[in-house]
């Protein structure tokens, strides 16, 4: 008897003393639970929603930044337009002589050169030297200089077939080829300018494979520069032929138009300086030479050769009367790779010529503000990274921390103030501005990303890939089914997925326990980055 109640007693002991040890755990974990709370809310109270209305107070200054040079530039364009400022009557542009069907008296008209480079352009290159032969000028007095870094033996012998054929036709048309591909574009274009018939020539005119000047080309250009020993380049607008291709083309179409009637436009005006668009422009052959030539130290050889010769005193004119047929990026994939170019390569050029900007002797000091300001930090740096992290890192944010406010008119008047002003361009594109709106969004994390790698100078700074051309449109849309083809990571941009995603639960977030209507900004985003991150954007073609 004794014996069972010792038994019971010790096994009562061990039950309490468990259940001790129980309540201590909980008291652990309590404790531990009721720390990690505190100390959430003081980092949270303490760092976190200061760091917030930081970041606030910073996108106030650069909404304001964006604004303001947008605001700047289309008065600028719009005053040149009101005036009738157009650069035939700011510069003397007189006919040269009238041309003659057989030739007589062609010495008035100086030798011109026209430069086509191209790499495995199948789909192109008849259109572009097709167009380059057929330019009115006197035939002995033009060289049409073919590029070919093409590496596809097939595409060289059809390249190499279609110059000699123009050429049986009586056009000086030379077909020039290199060993390798080094410099890529800016390579080629300083191998073909090394040949001896090229040092007669005065003026070199340049296009890209998908570029097809009309005929009276020379004629409305060459003779801004003839009468004019100031200029060096004559820049003209693109003309897009496939722009109602698809979604992702009108979209381009936007930015481009604005581009030129507005940014060009007004660099033109203030002070005869803006970037070289690479292609669809005439040079003064002495203002490359003097420059020092092409470079390839970055993928913006076109802005790099203008940087150095407007460095120099040569001027520019932007003639937007004057439209050059091209075509633009069709497929995301095309497109992506042409922004990390365009991105990547001004970025690197900034960090290489930012002293010598300053340095600068023969330029004026509103000329150099212009160039840092406006031309670079405005426009590129600051108004991209402002769309990306507002719109797809501040905005979500501030869902999770209703501490810092952001206020009306910086998260609904500027930005509507800033769509508007880019919508000037393409007038009968209003209907798409939100969808451009959410899609420029989104591509402002690809060019960040690319002024990242072209500031810190990382392994993709001076990649370069080559645009896809697609050239008939119609030969595709004859074929019943296009495939998908590439790897995995060309298919999808996981990048885009997660902030999509992050984007996607801050909206369901603000919806569910928030009734601030954040969700109407955050979630058509997300939408946007997930059609980007798979790919939805844009045609589908095979890479057979």
């Known amino acids: 008897m004794e014996g069972g109640q010792a038994l019971r007693a010790a096994v009562g002991d061990v039950f309490f003393r468990a259940s001790d040890d129980q309540l201590s755990i909980s008291a652990t974990i ?27 107070a910073m996108c106030m200054v650069m ?69 380059a032969c057929r330019l009115t000028w006197p035939v002995d007095r033009l060289i049409v200089q073919v590029l070919d870094d093409s590496t596809d033996a097939v595409i060289k012998e059809l390249v190499k077939s279609e110059c000699e054929r123009w050429a049986g036709e009586g056009v000086n048309i030379k077909y020039e080829t290199r060993k390798d591909r080094a410099g890529y574009k800016a390579g080629n274009l300083k191998e073909g300018m090394r040949h001896a018939y090229v040092r ?5 005119a340049m296009f890209d494979a998908d570029f097809q000047p009309a005929p009276d080309f020379l004629v409305k250009t060459i003779p801004f520069l003839v009468h004019n020993p100031s200029l060096a380049l004559v820049q003209t607008r693109w003309k897009f032929v496939n722009a109602n291709d698809c979604l992702l083309t009108r979209m381009q179409e936007m930015s481009m138009d604005y581009h030129f009637k507005v940014e060009q436009e007004a660099g033109s005006s203030l002070c005869n300086f803006f970037g070289y668009n690479g292609t669809a422009g005439v040079w003064r052959t002495e203002a490359i030479v003097e420059s020092g030539g092409w470079e390839d130290r970055t993928t913006a050889e076109d802005m790099d050769l203008a940087l150095r010769a407007g460095l120099l005193g040569w001027e520019f004119i932007y003639v937007g009367s004057i439209k050059v047929k091209s075509e633009l990026p069709s497929t995301l994939k095309a497109y992506r790779s042409q922004q990390h170019r365009w991105s990547c390569g001004p970025a690197l050029l900034f960090k290489k010529m930012f002293l010598q900007i300053l340095a600068a002797k023969k330029v004026s000091v509103w000329k150099k503000m212009y160039m840092i300001y406006d031309f670079f930090i405005a426009r590129r740096v600051v108004g991209t990274f402002f769309t990306l992290f507002f719109f797809s890192i501040l905005i979500p944010l501030i869902i999770l921390f209703p501490e810092a406010q952001i206020p009306v008119w910086e998260l609904i008047y500027i930005p509507t103030a800033i769509t508007l002003l880019n919508s000037v361009g393409t007038p009968r594109s209003i209907h798409l501005i939100i969808l451009w709106v959410l899609f420029e969004n989104v591509m402002a994390l690809h060019r960040f990303k690319a002024i990242l790698i072209g500031l810190f100078e990382a392994d993709r700074a001076n990649e370069w890939i080559v645009t896809q051309k697609l050239g008939n449109l119609q030969k595709l849309k004859s074929i019943a089914s296009v495939t998908r083809n590439g790897r995995f990571k060309d298919r999808f941009h996981c990048l885009e997925i997660v902030i999509g995603m992050f984007l996607l639960v801050s909206a369901c977030f603000d919806y569910i326990y928030r009734d601030d209507y954040f969700y109407l900004f955050v979630l058509p985003q997300s939408i946007m980055y997930f059609a980007i991150g798979f790919q939805f954007i844009g045609l589908s073609v095979s890479e057979d």
Request: aromatic content about 8%.
């Open 30 to 56: 309590a404790a531990v639970v009721e720390w990690w709370v505190r100390a959430w809310g003081q980092v949270r109270a303490e760092l976190l929603v200061p760091l917030l209305r930081a970041a606030v």
């Open 63 to 131: 909404s304001v930044i964006v604004l303001a040079e947008k605001v700047f530039l289309g008065m600028v364009s719009s005053v040149m337009k009101l005036l009738r400022r157009r650069p035939g009557r700011t510069y003397r542009c007189d006919p040269i002589a009238r041309p003659d069907e057989e030739g007589a008296g062609s010495e008035a008209y100086p030798m011109v050169l026209v430069q086509i480079p191209m790499y495995n352009e199948k789909e192109v290159y008849q259109l572009s030297i097709g167009a």
């Open 200 to 204: 007669g020539c005065e003026f070199v």
